[in-house]
């Protein structure tokens, strides 16, 4: 089913699409590694965890890992892979359900098949808001702030947005509704910068149900317009679906233009690992295309 609203648009579009080819890969040496704050973050005086990195298997003997106890968070940068300038420039933001960050299958697989595909792409390693940090759940918006500033001193005047999984689609729908807001001290010359994305990208995004007190969550809803590409699985056992379906409304009733994708199957947390036929893989070169019609 196809809507348009002029100028404000919201596109739903069920799983019979054109199947992408996207294809997943490793983290390579040529990532740049960046630490987001010179002295550490803000708001550490209570902090005591430790970082580590937790390995989690597949059943067809696949390995993971996700990483805990963030303390020092960092940005790695994947140019794109013809090292021509970028077509845009996406802070890719793994979920992880706020307790770990899925920085393998929704963070550097996802920033090497967009660097294929001409992007600059940086992962964010965000702090957790349950270790302690004064900000508490906007701990991961000031990181993404922060990462996409520097992004975006990268990216040489290219678009730069955000693609945020499950949790990481709820740091990057608050990037878009509250980018703007002074959540930290300025730390040098690059806070200067603007830190509202151009656009921003939600897969299986948690948002709205269930509804979570405003301290909870990094996200309050939108309010200003904003550009953005959803996609969601039917059957996804963990995140309802109408947080997309809602979440679509809400940004074409702010003003804002939405593409939606509600595929039949997927589950949560498919990432790029469904491959064709299965419907939900159409994702990928969906929101390339979308890329493509924003850059025009």
Sequence with gaps: MESNWNRRRLLAVGGGLALAGAT???????????????????GGERVRVEERRVAYNWPDGRVDYAVEGVTRPTLSLYPPASRAAPKAAVLVVPGGGFSKVVIDKEGHDVACWLA???????????RLPRDGWTAGADAPLQDAQRALRLLRAKAGGAKT????FS???TIAAALAARGEAALYPPVDGLDARPSLPDFVSLGYAWLNRPQAPAQA????????????????????PKVDVRNSREAAEA?????GQAELRIFPTGGHGFA??????????AWSGDFLRWLERLES
């Design 161 to 164: 947005g955000a693609l945020g």
């Design 272 to 281: 790029l690992r469904s491959r064709p036929p299965a419907p939900e893989a």
């Design 251 to 255: 940004i074409v009733a702010a003003g």
């Design 167 to 169: 949790a990481g689609g």
């Design 24 to 42: 997943s890969a490793r983290a390579d040496a040529g990532a740049e590694f960046v630490e987001l704050w010179p002295g550490g973050p803000p």
């Design 116 to 126: 294929a595909n001409g992007v600059l792409a940086g992962v964010l390693l965000y």
């Design 217 to 236: 969550t990094p996200f309050h809803g939108f309010t200003a317009p904003t550009k953005a590409f959803l996609f969601h699985a039917e059957d996804d």
